[in-house]
């Protein structure tokens, strides 16, 4: 009883923070003048990747349990697809795939790319050489992560050139200080932090009292409370019709869960991070790759009218989901 309340401890402590942190990266956008789309994005982005960049480092380097680093981003890119269902169920009016932008598929087809790299790294564990103690696929899972980054980015900027026109806004943040907003969003990002340290150690503790396994909780517990900073960013988003903020994010999110492994790897001292890892962890890279396939599929076809609650991208990808569940718990 007491790992669970810890858990839910922790789970409440990133997604109170998250909420908070939200509102003063828009204030510090706002008072930089560098612009809410551009801040907003980045800023959304180190937010709602922040806990599992700390559970990753703290799983590596202080619990030793890469089995929870890699639970936690595999899982995390599983829900990060889930939640474009959840998106899709709360926005009643059409299918959101209809409402968003066709750029969005550059960054899902970037986040296939790069889980599939570690999907056969994984597969193919201690036969790649490695540098050092590092992962060759880490490594090349760096370069293309800056790449990709830097391809968004002018492309982002090519789209905004040609359809965008900035709108004056009127200031909504007069009466809250720069110095205050930055000093808020510092203790909020001090507080995500602390609660994704003691993560893996509650994983762990969890895993071994209920005998579900490493595997299993890195993917599905830790996961969700690590994910659930891009659940209330992304409902937000939707609910100012920001549906390119939503799915971007999301989208986005994966992509750094990538390089969130790589970055694991340079931590985990004992070799090449996947070489330690259970290759049961490919069962949710393989999910997040037919998800985000099934999103993207959606985003080119865009069907107008939904016929039931959800599109039929929406549904394709719950029943990956579910199915990725059942596999994980059959071979825990």
């Known amino acids: 009883m007491l790992l669970w309340a810890a858990f839910i401890i922790c789970t409440s402590a990133i997604v109170y923070a998250g909420i908070k942190l939200s509102r003063y990266g828009d204030i510090i956008a706002e008072k930089t003048g ?3 789309t551009w801040i907003g994005v980045v800023l959304m982005a180190s937010v709602t990747s922040l806990p599992e960049l700390v559970t990753g480092i703290s799983s590596v380097t202080f619990a030793g349990v890469p089995d929870i680093a890699a639970g936690d981003v595999f899982g995390s890119c599983v829900f ?3 939640i474009l269902t959840i998106l899709d169920g709360l926005y009643r009016q059409v299918p959101i795939s209809t409402k968003a932008h066709y750029g969005n598929i550059l960054s899902g087809g970037l986040g296939i790319l790069l889980i599939s790299i570690v999907s ?6 201690e036969k790649i050489t490695p540098f050092g103690w590092i992962g ?3 490594l090349l899972n760096c370069v293309i992560y ?7 980015f002018y492309y982002e900027k090519r789209r905004i050139t040609a359809y965008i026109k900035e709108v004056a806004e009127e200031l909504r943040y007069k009466d809250i200080s720069k110095k205050t907003a930055f000093v808020n969003y510092g203790i909020n990002a001090f507080i995500v932090i602390i609660a994704a340290v003691f993560l893996p150690k509650i994983g762990e503790g969890i895993a071994e009292s209920t005998g579900l396994g490493q595997t299993f909780v890195g993917n599905i517990f830790i996961a969700l409370s690590t994910s659930l900073p891009e659940v209330v960013v992304s409902i937000s988003a939707v609910r100012m019709d920001a549906i390119d903020m939503a799915i971007g994010n999301l989208f986005g999110s994966n992509i750094f869960n990538i390089f969130i492994l790589a970055i694991d790897d340079f931590f985990f001292l004992k070799g090449p991070i996947l070489s330690h890892v259970n290759p049961h962890h490919a069962i949710s890279a393989l999910s997040a790759i037919a998800m985000t396939a099934i999103a993207i599929i959606g985003l080119t076809y865009r069907v107008e009218k939904k016929k039931l609650f959800l599109a039929w991208d929406s549904i394709g990808i719950l029943l990956v989901y579910v199915s990725n569940l059942m596999l994980l718990y059959m071979m825990r």
Request: aromatic share 10%; charged share 10%.
């Open 120 to 125: 056969l790294s994984l597969l193919a564990g």
């Open 136 to 138: 060759a696929y880490s």
């Open 34 to 36: 560098l612009g809410r």
């Open 80 to 82: 990060n697809m889930l």
């Open 146 to 152: 800056f790449a990709a980054m830097r391809l968004i």
